[in-house]
């Protein structure tokens, strides 16, 4: 595997214009072709690139392709910049929503303004076998985490062990996955995942496309991520990714029916605030509470009624 420490990167306010933005090939300099840990100028690692690492494990469990291309149809239009598209007004609400993409989040979330209970999300709730078939690839990219980037991986475990079980895939150190599907993301940083640990992308490709290409455009640093191949990376570095097309020019999500390519991406982090989640059955008596409250007292309840508190709208 070859080190390399970065010197230069890009002004920010060429940055600000990226932001949201889809890239082109023009936008990295350096494209990673084999084994490689990247280091930013001060010494943190901004990825280490594994091309081929989970072959094996998705040659041995078929299923997990299975599960992960059935996401295909969960679309999302809360991504803001990561969905490569400006957000707009919805009519007659204060709330914003960007462009419909097929990204689907998956295992454990945290409380949030209007759901005041951990859970598991609606897909994974109902359905826990097809979560639990991912395993065999989600244990093998936490185990990369723990042998390549070790101070990262002990953090986030540190956290792991201060959470309930019930939000944690067995085996690893992460509590939610985001699986994206044959879109390319624009250029956006992560949030609510744990700023001590390190995110892992995992990709899965079908089909003959171009493009698609993970890049750090402050650093001008890219991957052509190839089936099986794993990223161990800051999410919360500027990241993207380049526009993709198939042979007939047909781009993005419509080159499945078309050409047949896909290109499914799997994130897997830990969220910093699982920590606070009592035990899921405990939680879902919160939530019960909450439902109850609203079939009883519809229209008549204030969010501090319901909530506890008052909770600014979104």
């Known amino acids: 595997m070859i080190e390399m420490r970065l010197r230069t990167r890009t002004h920010p306010d060429a940055l600000t214009g990226m932001r949201g933005k889809v890239l082109g090939d023009a936008d990295h300099d350096v494209l990673l072709t084999g084994p490689a840990r990247v280091l930013m100028p001060d010494g943190r690692p901004l990825c280490v690139y594994l091309p081929g690492h989970l072959s094996p494990v998705l040659a041995d469990h078929p299923e997990v392709y299975e599960v992960l291309h059935g996401l295909r149809n969960l679309k999302s239009d809360n991504r803001g910049l990561a969905s490569g598209t400006r957000r707009r007004p919805i009519p007659g609400q204060q709330r914003t929503r960007a462009k419909r993409i097929a990204s689907a989040v998956i295992g454990s979330l945290e409380t949030a303004q209007r759901q005041t209970y951990c859970r598991l999300t609606a897909w994974t709730g109902d359905h826990l076998p097809e979560y639990e078939r991912l395993r065999p690839l989600l244990r093998s990219m936490s185990a990369a985490l723990a042998e390549h980037v070790p101070d990262r991986h002990a953090a986030q475990a540190a956290e792991v062990a201060r959470t309930h079980a019930d939000y944690i895939v067995p085996g690893t150190v992460f509590s939610t996955v985001t699986v994206n599907n044959t879109y390319p993301t624009g250029v956006h940083q992560d949030a609510g995942d744990l700023a001590a640990g390190f995110s892992t992308l995992a990709v899965l490709r079908r089909g003959a496309y171009s493009g698609g290409r993970l890049v750090f455009p402050e ?58 989640c009592g035990p899921l059955a405990e939680e879902a008596r919160k939530a019960e509470a909450i439902a109850e409250k609203r079939n009883q007292f519809a229209g008549k309840l204030t969010e501090a009624d319901l909530y506890g508190t008052t909770r600014p709208r979104t």
């Open 219 to 276: 650093w001008r640093i890219a991957a052509d991520m190839a089936d099986g191949d794993l990223m161990l990376m800051d999410a919360h570095q500027w990241h993207g990714n380049t526009a993709m097309s198939c042979p007939h020019g047909v781009r993005d999500d419509r080159m499945r029916a078309c050409c047949g390519a896909e290109r499914i991406s799997v994130v897997a982090y830990f969220r910093e605030r699982m920590t606070g």
